[in-house]
């Protein structure tokens, strides 16, 4: 099941990078919340629900891009958690550091996850308690790796006054700053140890960076100490949260 995620996401982000390298127009429109949404959202989006369909027609899907009301999901056990296209700033910025995020959610854990950057060529993968990274041909496993001064990796385009107030308090510690996704990964390999998140999120941007976290040892904790929940809840929020190695 996960080699098929894998070269799902792959073909996800073949369709982004057709957007991406100009061979097709950006169509660059707002949702209601004025979060930015591209003709390559929707071409990752096409591709991913099919690529499921096909896989697993019994489990239901909840994509960013389309996502399902409350009455037909709220007694959903098990479902694909999918943002096509994470990062979508960055993708408009050409920075590449943006991500197809795809997540099997069962009783509210994540319990696979693939994070893929398609620009940089790099997939991380979870299932069964173990992590990985495939990068140019290189499969190796991965896990959480303490430092000291420990490296903390916040977000390229949120900041906010309640980050910077926290990594003042914080004591030694250098900063790196990567867009989407990749911020859990960064933690699973060891090359990072935290990311504190206090700005707002969605259960689809973090589903299966969080399936990559803890594969690789690492804690995803809410402010008071939970773990993050995709128990499916009315609102798609998620409360603030940590990546950390305690």
Same mark, same amino acid.
């Given at each position: 099941?996960?080699?098929?995620? @894998?070269?799902?996401?792959?073909?996800a982000?073949?369709? +982004?990078?057709?957007v991406?390298? &100009?061979?097709?127009?950006?169509?660059?429109?707002h949702?209601?919340?004025?979060?930015p949404?591209?003709?390559?959202? +929707?071409?990752?989006?096409?591709? +991913?629900?099919?690529?499921?369909?096909?896989?697993?027609?019994?489990?239901?899907?909840?994509?960013?891009?389309?996502?399902?009301?409350?009455?037909?999901?709220?007694?959903w056990?098990?479902?694909?958690?999918?943002?096509?296209?994470?990062?979508?700033?960055?993708?408009?910025?050409?920075?590449?550091? *943006?991500?197809?995020?795809?997540?099997?959610?069962?009783? &509210?854990?994540?319990?696979?996850?693939?994070?893929?950057?398609?620009?940089l060529q790099?997939?991380?993968?979870?299932?069964?308690g173990?992590?990985?990274?495939?990068?140019? &041909?290189?499969?190796?496993?991965?896990?959480?790796?303490?430092?000291?001064?420990?490296?903390?990796?916040?977000?390229?385009?949120?900041?906010?006054?309640?980050?910077?107030?926290?990594?003042?308090?914080?004591?030694?510690?250098?900063?790196?700053?990567i867009?989407?996704?990749?911020?859990? @990964?960064?933690?699973a390999?060891g090359?990072?140890?935290?990311?504190?998140?206090?700005?707002?999120t969605?259960?689809?941007?973090? &589903?299966?960076?969080?399936?990559?976290?803890?594969?690789?040892?690492?804690?995803?904790h809410?402010?008071?100490g939970?773990?993050?929940?995709?128990?499916?809840?009315?609102? *798609?929020?998620?409360?603030?949260?940590?990546?950390?190695? *305690?």
């Amino acid at each position: 099941m996960l080699d098929k995620i @894998c070269q799902l996401a792959r073909e996800a982000g073949d369709a +982004i990078m057709k957007v991406y390298d &100009g061979q097709a127009p950006m169509d660059v429109a707002h949702k209601s919340d004025d979060s930015p949404v591209t003709a390559a959202d +929707i071409a990752a989006h096409n591709v +991913i629900v099919q690529g499921l369909t096909d896989l697993s027609p019994e489990i239901p899907i909840l994509s960013e891009e389309d996502p399902a009301g409350w009455e037909e999901r709220q007694h959903w056990q098990r479902y694909w958690l999918v943002d096509p296209l994470d990062g979508t700033k960055e993708f408009i910025k050409r920075n590449g550091e *943006f991500t197809v995020n795809i997540a099997l959610i069962e009783n &509210g854990k994540p319990v696979l996850g693939v994070v893929y950057a398609p620009v940089l060529q790099v997939m991380y993968s979870a299932a069964d308690g173990k992590a990985w990274k495939d990068e140019g &041909g290189h499969h190796e496993q991965i896990q959480v790796r303490e430092a000291h001064p420990p490296l903390v990796v916040v977000s390229r385009s949120h900041s906010d006054t309640e980050l910077e107030d926290y990594l003042s308090q914080l004591g030694e510690h250098q900063t790196t700053a990567i867009g989407s996704s990749l911020k859990f @990964c960064l933690v699973a390999e060891g090359k990072a140890q935290l990311y504190p998140r206090f700005g707002p999120t969605n259960i689809w941007d973090t &589903g299966a960076g969080h399936a990559v976290a803890i594969a690789a040892g690492a804690y995803v904790h809410d402010w008071k100490g939970k773990t993050l929940d995709y128990t499916p809840r009315e609102s *798609f929020l998620n409360p603030g949260f940590r990546v950390s190695l *305690f």
